[in-house]
């Protein structure tokens, strides 16, 4: 896997992933899961969903 997000694009993914998973627990509803998938983007640095529409949010060219 090529690194495809940037560090913006990385924290912008990080924070949102744990304030949805933050609101999955304080409503208690199972769809704070649906917050793994930005998180686990984050921290991984690939976003599957880049790789067909050619985006790559990181410095290099």
Known sequence: ?????GTSDRILRITAGLL????GVYFQTWAGLVGLVPLAT?????CPAYVPLK???TAKS
Do not use: E
């Open 55 to 57: 985006i790559n949010t």
């Open 42 to 46: 984050g921290i991984f640095r690939f």
């Open 20 to 23: 949805i998973l933050g609101a």
């Open 1 to 5: 896997m090529k690194c495809n997000v």
